[in-house]
């Protein structure tokens, strides 16, 4: 598994692929960040949406970074093709964690905020960097090439559903009392910013709950993406 993300990290570093969204996003952190003081938890809710994007993004461009025939022999090596693609889920995920340090220390190490940052708000706001950025790397798997053939078609799907994700508390404002439990289908994305947005006021049980339900949602849609992924791969070998 290793040496199969080791590969997959020099695939991606010589497609030069992963230069637009981290450009971005490090561009993007230094100019919100251009305006001081801010307040820590709440400038982190920015970063930890903006970072989610930005994973979905990178898993969407590295999932179908190999052509057909490189995929083949790739796939002859590894063995398997859940273990090829659980790679590129794995490595799509710690590609983003220097992202998250990022986003995380600049504005700290820098003095952006009104105060002085705890050791405990850093260390949980990375923990929710982390676990929304794999949030967005199991969301995006689902539009690879595999399923959705027209790259374009693919890339605005992914992108209403990221817009969806955003959208959660206006969505269930508008819907009647009656349908509010279907937001529990949407990503958990917005329960990990309303936590960070009133930091001071949340129970340990509620900063720690929706750690647990990005992470679980995250590996559920993987999971199921992998099914379906094999599912489609026998039935095309039988076909």
Same mark, same amino acid.
């Given at each position: 598994?290793?040496?199969?993300?080791?590969?997959?990290?020099?695939?991606?570093?010589?497609?030069?692929?992963?230069?637009?969204?981290?450009?971005? /996003? *490090?561009?993007?952190?230094?100019?919100?960040?251009? %305006?001081?003081?801010?307040?820590?938890?709440?400038?982190?809710?920015?970063?930890?949406? /903006?970072?989610?994007?930005?994973?979905?993004?990178? *898993?969407?461009?590295?999932?179908?970074? @190999?052509?057909?025939?490189? @995929?083949?022999?790739?796939?002859?090596?590894?063995?398997?093709? +859940?273990?090829?693609?659980?790679?590129?889920?794995?490595?799509?995920? +710690?590609?983003?964690?220097?992202?998250?340090?990022?986003?995380?220390?600049?504005? !700290?190490?820098?003095?952006?905020?009104?105060?002085?940052?705890?050791? @405990?708000?850093? *260390?949980?706001? #990375?923990?929710?960097?982390?676990?929304? $950025?794999?949030?967005?790397?199991?969301?995006? *798997?689902?539009?690879?090439?595999?399923? &959705?053939?027209?790259?374009?078609?693919?890339? +605005?799907?992914?992108?209403?559903? %990221?817009?969806?994700?955003?959208?959660?508390?206006?969505?269930?404002?508008?819907?009647?009392?009656? #349908? @509010?439990?279907?937001?529990?289908?949407?990503?958990?994305?917005?329960?990990?910013?309303?936590?960070?947005?009133?930091?001071?006021? !949340?129970?340990?049980?509620?900063?720690?709950?929706?750690?647990?339900? $990005? =992470? =679980?949602?995250?590996? &559920?849609?993987?999971?199921?993406? #992998?099914?379906?992924?094999?599912?489609?791969?026998?039935?095309?070998?039988?076909?």
């Amino acid at each position: 598994m290793t040496s199969l993300v080791s590969f997959l990290h020099t695939c991606f570093m010589r497609s030069y692929k992963y230069g637009p969204p981290t450009f971005v /996003f *490090c561009l993007g952190i230094i100019f919100v960040y251009s %305006v001081v003081p801010n307040p820590v938890m709440a400038s982190y809710a920015f970063s930890t949406t /903006f970072l989610f994007i930005i994973s979905a993004v990178i *898993c969407y461009t590295l999932i179908d970074i @190999e052509t057909v025939n490189q @995929e083949s022999v790739t796939m002859l090596h590894s063995g398997s093709l +859940l273990k090829l693609y659980i790679s590129k889920l794995l490595y799509g995920w +710690l590609f983003s964690v220097p992202l998250a340090l990022y986003a995380v220390l600049f504005p !700290a190490l820098f003095q952006k905020f009104d105060r002085n940052p705890s050791f @405990e708000e850093l *260390c949980m706001s #990375l923990i929710y960097h982390v676990s929304s $950025s794999w949030l967005g790397v199991s969301l995006a *798997c689902w539009f690879s090439s595999k399923f &959705i053939r027209s790259r374009l078609m693919s890339f +605005l799907m992914l992108s209403v559903v %990221v817009a969806v994700t955003l959208s959660v508390q206006g969505i269930k404002n508008i819907l009647p009392e009656s #349908l @509010e439990n279907a937001i529990l289908l949407l990503p958990p994305l917005n329960s990990t910013i309303n936590v960070l947005i009133n930091y001071d006021a !949340a129970t340990l049980y509620s900063k720690l709950t929706v750690i647990g339900a $990005s =992470l =679980l949602y995250g590996v &559920i849609i993987a999971a199921l993406f #992998l099914f379906m992924l094999r599912k489609r791969k026998l039935d095309s070998s039988h076909s």
